[in-house]
């Protein structure tokens, strides 16, 4: 049933953002007032360097891999447009369940920022931005669409091949998916964000928003990006395997 | 191969399945056959039923147990 199904998306795109940019939006309130030590240093590795960006990508990692273990069943567990968008361009999934779930995607990742300013107070929006991402000092619009699609076209091969693949072994999908989006975040969290997902960037864009931060003039970097190296993957995995 | 109830019930009938689980042989009187069903599909499909079903024999002591939880 499709309503169960969206259902489904909601409460896993709520997973995701909720622990994943919210790691993101507490570890700029530790490290705030911190001596910063160059301009492209924006706080998230001012305490940590890089282990700044892999506890960030560890806590994307394991919401990712809990919500693929425990929803992956009922909806497939998508919990990002772009996922949704590369499956229906194989042929891989129904074109009249692609808006449904896109909806509920894009509202699960709405609720989990708004919860999230509740629990931590305004000092999450205003101070950690609810972990919104947008491109770092000195990198520019296309740059930054280039990095995105970059990273997800490598989460979206592995879906292609962890997963989508028949002769996949099975069982694997949570961890190897989780773990490949850690690491995707350690690399490029310090360029852009590393979003991968046009929903995990609108739901603290949201609730940046009604903070009185507007970043909305970045938000098309996280939807061109990702969904042009989700597609592309999807395509060169389907051709390569065929 | 004999029904292994019913040899200890003192008869001696023929068997005409093999429980699935313990590998005992049954007569018609000491099975349970069941349909069960058959879901495919994992992460990134939701998982769907399949139309049709499978048979599963089982014995009247494996049944009970399965039906205790």
């Given at each position: 049933m ?6 489904a998306?909601?409460?896993g795109?709520?997973?995701l ?8 939006a507490i ?8 001596a ?26 394991i919401?990712i ?5 425990s ?37 699960g990742a709405?609720l989990?920022?708004?919860s ?9 929006a ?9 491109p ?19 989460l ?13 072994p099975p069982?694997?999908a949570?961890?190897i998916?989780?773990?490949t ?6 690399t ?15 739901g603290?864009?949201v ?13 098309p970097i996280y ?11 999807a395509w ?7 | 191969?004999?029904?292994y ?11 005409v ?5 313990c590998?005992?042989g ?9 349909e ?33 939880g």
């Amino acid at each position: 049933m499709l309503l169960k199904r969206c259902l489904a998306e909601v409460v896993g795109t709520y997973i995701l953002v909720f622990f994943g940019a919210g790691s993101a939006a507490i570890n700029l309130m530790i490290a705030h007032g911190a001596a910063k030590p160059n301009p492209f240093n924006i706080g998230i590795g001012t305490l940590g360097g890089l282990g700044d960006w892999l506890a960030i990508g560890m806590a994307f990692a394991i919401a990712i891999a809990a919500v693929i273990y425990s929803l992956g069943r009922v909806s497939g567990a998508h919990i990002n447009p772009a996922v949704t968008i590369a499956l229906w361009s194989i042929g891989k999934f129904p074109a009249k369940d692609v808006v449904p779930y896109i909806v509920a995607q894009l509202i699960g990742a709405t609720l989990a920022s708004l919860s999230f300013l509740a629990c931590v107070g305004p000092n999450a929006a205003l101070i950690g931005g609810l972990g919104a991402t947008a491109p770092f000092p000195g990198i520019s619009y296309g740059q930054a669409i280039l990095t995105e699609a970059i990273g997800t076209f490598l989460l979206m091969l592995v879906i292609m091949g962890i997963a989508v693949d028949e002769r996949a072994p099975p069982g694997f999908a949570g961890l190897i998916i989780g773990l490949t989006v850690g690491g995707i975040i350690t690399t490029i969290g310090n360029i852009t964000g590393s979003s991968l997902n046009p929903a995990r960037t609108f739901g603290p864009y949201v609730g940046d928003s009604l903070m009185g931060i507007d970043l909305w003039f970045y938000f098309p970097i996280y939807v061109v990006g990702p969904i042009i190296g989700a597609v592309f993957a999807a395509w060169l995995y389907k051709y390569l395997s065929s | 191969m004999k029904c292994y109830i019913c040899k200890q019930l003192g008869k001696d009938t023929d068997a005409v399945a093999i429980c699935i689980v313990c590998g005992m042989g049954v007569c018609m009187e000491h099975l349970v056959r069941e349909e069960i069903e058959v879901w495919k599909g994992d992460y990134p499909f939701p998982a769907k039923k399949l139309k049709k079903k499978i048979p599963r024999i089982l014995c009247v002591t494996c049944y009970e147990a399965y039906q205790e939880g």
